[in-house]
């Protein structure tokens, strides 16, 4: 009650977002609702990661997807569900250092998405 923007902790699954702000229209009966950010992850094989990662992503790492390649497809699927406010936050290596360079990428590249 008097937030004027919601920031979403990062997960891997749109539906997640999408049954939020469902939630919210209903149980709260804001209007208008506030914007939600959602947070993506780009991951990094040997990176550290914010929550659980769910199995079959780990699997992908694993076998050699891109931590880029993976976020960019969660990211069309959020933009498919209508989700433009999106927050990215960089691959975190062991070292603690952060992935700007593939960031920039997946920045690139999601610019191309059809909105």
């Known amino acids: 009650c008097g937030a ?3 920031i979403g902790q990062p997960h891997f699954s749109p ?3 999408t049954k939020f702000i469902a939630s919210i229209k209903k ?3 804001i209007h208008p609702v506030p914007p939600l950010f959602s947070g993506v992850q780009i991951l990094s094989r040997h990176g550290i990661v914010f929550g659980n990662v769910p199995d079959l992503i780990k699997h992908e790492l694993e076998i050699g997807r891109s931590g ?7 990211l069309e699927n959020l933009i498919n569900r209508g989700i433009r406010l999106i927050y ?4 975190i290596l062991n070292s603690g250092k952060r992935d700007y ?3 920039s990428r ?3 590249s999601a610019r ?3 909105l």
């Open 101 to 103: 360079e593939t960031t």
């Open 106 to 108: 997946v920045i690139e």
């Open 27 to 29: 149980n709260l009966r």
């Open 15 to 17: 539906s997640v977002t």
């Open 68 to 74: 880029e390649d993976i976020a960019l497809e969660f």
């Open 4 to 6: 004027e923007f919601l």
């Open 112 to 114: 191309a998405l059809t």
């Open 88 to 91: 990215l936050i960089p691959p």
